[in-house]
């Protein structure tokens, strides 16, 4: 029977997940690839809250979803707190989220190795709307 810790990190884990649009599936590739092989059974055991992973695996499923350690293992802590992000990705981050929604789109599809291209019949949006929405979005994360 799994205990509250992993239960916590399933409950955790999987709204990080949803929030993301990442499959169990795409969390054992990603981990894979950083070189911490994990298939998707393993992530599956997460999610049922069977099992939690080992502390690398732990802190890069943190640091892939931007908040602590401590948030994805303590029962007790609740909300996610501030991660620390390098100068590098501050600037990253501030320019991706000053594009716009579909320029957002278009690195989103770029990142996921498809065509940075629009689909058939949409531009790419600079439209007033798209950089007021982007305004909004960085008042938002500053605070």
Known sequence: MANIVDMEFAMKLKML???TD???RRLAELLTQAGMETSKST???WFKG???PDLSRAQWIARHFGVAVEYLANPDVTEP?????SADEREVLGTFRSLGLKKEAAVKRL???GSSLP???EGYGDEAEDDKS?????KRASK
């Open 134 to 138: 982007a305004k909004n979005r960085n």
């Open 119 to 121: 689909p058939e019949g």
């Open 81 to 85: 707190s501030q991660v620390f992000m």
């Open 22 to 24: 990442t499959t169990q």
């Open 111 to 113: 990142m996921r190795g």
């Open 43 to 45: 992530v599956s055991l």
């Open 50 to 52: 069977e099992y939690t």
């Open 17 to 19: 997940c949803a929030r």
